[in-house]
Structures are given as structure tokens and as C-alpha cells.
Nanobody, 127 residues
Framework: QVQLVESGGGLVQAGGSLRLSCAASGRTSSSYAMGWFRQAPGKEREFVAAISSIISSTPYADSVKGRFTISRDNAQKTVYLQMNSLKPEDTAVYYC????????????????????WGQGTQVTVSS
């Protein structure tokens, strides 16, 4: 089992920044992928960004490219999502996800690729 604990959500004005963190613990492996997804009210959950523990690939959703940056600390089994230039449409519950094993390229954008999920953290951007 893998446990994921997210933190860093909150309320921010449009144009502001937030940094989300997700710490993994339990039966993690040295090779894994972690991703961020979000779900806005009345909408389906959508992919935001993903990162591998080994290779440098970091895909992003088009809606956040150039504004959000995903990074990781392998020693701490922690992934971060730095969110800059936030917009009201970024308002959502943000979820961290974990997939043990090898990087699966663009398939890391699919929810079904992840075996473990965090509880979610609310991000609210006011206009």
C-alpha cells in the first residue's frame, strides 16, 4: 500500500501563486510516476501534470503549460506543483496520484494508470 498526503491548497487572488506538495509513503519503489489531476465543480477530473522518478519527462495539460511546474524530491518521495499566474478557472480540488513502475509516456495522462490517490486539496482562485 502507498499513502499520499497532499498539502498547500488554499485561497488566492487571480495572478497569484500556490505550491502544492504530495508526500508518498509505504511500499513505494525507486521507479514510479506521480501525477496531479484536478476536478472543478460539475466537471470531470482532468490531468494537470506528471513526472517520473527516473527520466526527465514532464507532460502538462495545455491549459497550464507555462504557468505550472511539476518537480520531485526522490529522497523524500515528494512531488510538488508550483502554480503561478493562477486564474479563476484553475479553481478545483487537486489530487495527487502514484503509479509504481516504469514511465508509460503519454499514458501517464490517464487516470487509470495510477493505483493510488490522495484525498485532494482545494485550490480556490478569486477574480
Amino acid at each position: 500500500q502507498v499513502q499520499l498526503v497532499e498539502s498547500g491548497g488554499g485561497l488566492v487572488q487571480a495572478g497569484g501563486s500556490l505550491r502544492l506538495s504530495c508526500a508518498a509513503s509505504g511500499r513505494t519503489s525507486s521507479s514510479y510516476a506521480m501525477g496531479w489531476f484536478r476536478q472543478a465543480p460539475g466537471k470531470e477530473r482532468e490531468f494537470v501534470a506528471a513526472i517520473s522518478s527516473i527520466i526527465s519527462s514532464t507532460p502538462y495539460a495545455d491549459s497550464v503549460k507555462g504557468r505550472f511546474t511539476i518537480s520531485r524530491d526522490n529522497a523524500q518521495k515528494t512531488v510538488y506543483l508550483q502554480m503561478n499566474s493562477l486564474k479563476p478557472e484553475d479553481t478545483a480540488v487537486y489530487y495527487c496520484a502514484f503509479r509504481p513502475g516504469f514511465w508509460m509516456g503519454n499514458r501517464q495522462k490517464e487516470e487509470g494508470m495510477y493505483a493510488y490517490w490522495g484525498q485532494g486539496t482545494q485550490v480556490t482562485v478569486s477574480s
